[in-house]
């Protein structure tokens, strides 16, 4: 089974932001992939909505609510209660935990999960009421201690970091070795019984290994590189050489 993707609007949020205008549209372009085959759209809304804006959320939901509704809501972000509160009110699909500083350019590790797991449990709890599937942001060399950890949450998923992977486009053996890690890890969740999940930094050259060592994979969320894509391509053709990639 091929994962499913998910597309990050934040990158094209971000460019809409630099004018006081509308466009690029979060919402056009969120269509147009969910129209070629994504399985979801992902948000991560910052405070300072420096990308995705609060207001974007809204019609974001009803985007998928009125014209794709097998497609998926997934909403990332730090837990505060103000995040809480905005992500229940979007009814998504799936809410992806991190531990971001807010002054944060973009996620880079995951939870300590043994030190944060009373405050981790709460939330999921708190999340999983609502009927929302929950997961959590993760290193990927994670060992079994850290994943028992995350599973004794109550979480659904985690979503492994890619980052250190996606770096190493210009280094075979440092892929490999980071493909070593993120194998380990995607072992020990499955024996676990954790969804996994992936996102940073991923490309239509890297997914194919990604999803070879972690055959159990899920879902990838993709935002820099699939953007970065789509001004070569067009969203359209773009979505479609991803899911390709995915397997």
Same mark, same amino acid.
């Given at each position: 089974?091929?994962?499913?993707?998910?597309?990050?609007?934040?990158?094209?949020?971000?460019?809409?932001?630099?004018?006081?205008?509308? &466009?690029?549209?979060?919402?056009?372009?969120?269509?147009?992939?969910?129209?070629?085959?994504?399985?979801?759209?992902?948000?991560?809304?910052?405070?300072?909505?420096?990308?995705?804006? =609060?207001?974007?959320?809204?019609?974001?939901?009803?985007?998928?609510?009125?014209? *794709?509704?097998?497609?998926? *809501?997934?909403?990332?972000?730090?837990?505060?209660?103000? =995040?809480?509160?905005?992500?229940?009110?979007?009814?998504?699909?799936?809410?992806?935990?991190?531990?971001?500083?807010?002054?944060?350019?973009?996620?880079?590790?995951? &939870?300590? =999960?043994?030190?944060?797991?009373? =405050?981790?449990?709460?939330?999921?709890?708190?999340?999983?009421?609502?009927?929302?599937?929950?997961?959590? *942001?993760?290193?990927?060399?994670?060992?079994?201690?850290?994943?028992?950890?995350?599973?004794?949450?109550?979480?659904?998923?985690?979503? *492994?970091?890619?980052?250190?992977?996606?770096?190493?486009?210009?280094?075979?053996?440092?892929?490999?070795?980071?493909?070593?890690?993120?194998?380990?890890?995607?072992?020990?969740?499955?024996?676990?019984?954790?969804? !996994?999940?992936?996102?940073?930094?991923?490309? !239509?050259?890297?997914?194919?290994?990604?999803?070879?060592?972690?055959?159990?994979?899920?879902?990838?969320?993709?935002?820099?590189?699939?953007?970065?894509?789509?001004?070569?391509?067009?969203?359209?053709?773009?979505?479609?050489?991803?899911?390709?990639?995915?397997?």
């Amino acid at each position: 089974m091929s994962a499913k993707l998910s597309v990050n609007l934040n990158a094209v949020a971000m460019l809409r932001n630099r004018r006081d205008l509308p &466009w690029p549209s979060v919402t056009a372009l969120g269509r147009i992939a969910l129209e070629n085959g994504a399985h979801g759209l992902t948000v991560h809304p910052r405070p300072d909505q420096r990308h995705i804006r =609060f207001s974007d959320l809204p019609a974001i939901r009803a985007l998928i609510d009125d014209e *794709f509704p097998n497609a998926e *809501f997934n909403i990332e972000g730090y837990p505060t209660d103000a =995040f809480l509160d905005l992500a229940e009110a979007s009814e998504p699909e799936q809410v992806t935990l991190v531990p971001d500083d807010p002054a944060q350019a973009t996620s880079d590790h995951g &939870w300590d =999960f043994e030190g944060k797991g009373n =405050f981790l449990r709460s939330v999921v709890q708190r999340l999983k009421k609502r009927g929302i599937r929950v997961s959590l *942001f993760c290193d990927p060399d994670a060992n079994r201690t850290a994943l028992e950890a995350a599973k004794a949450t109550g979480a659904d998923r985690v979503e *492994f970091y890619t980052g250190p992977y996606g770096g190493t486009y210009d280094d075979p053996a440092r892929a490999t070795e980071e493909l070593a890690k993120l194998e380990t890890a995607g072992q020990i969740a499955a024996e676990l019984g954790l969804g !996994v999940n992936a996102g940073h930094d991923l490309t !239509v050259e890297n997914l194919p290994a990604l999803a070879r060592v972690l055959p159990n994979l899920m879902e990838v969320s993709i935002g820099h590189g699939l953007t970065a894509n789509a001004l070569e391509y067009g969203m359209a053709a773009t979505v479609q050489r991803f899911i390709k990639a995915c397997g």
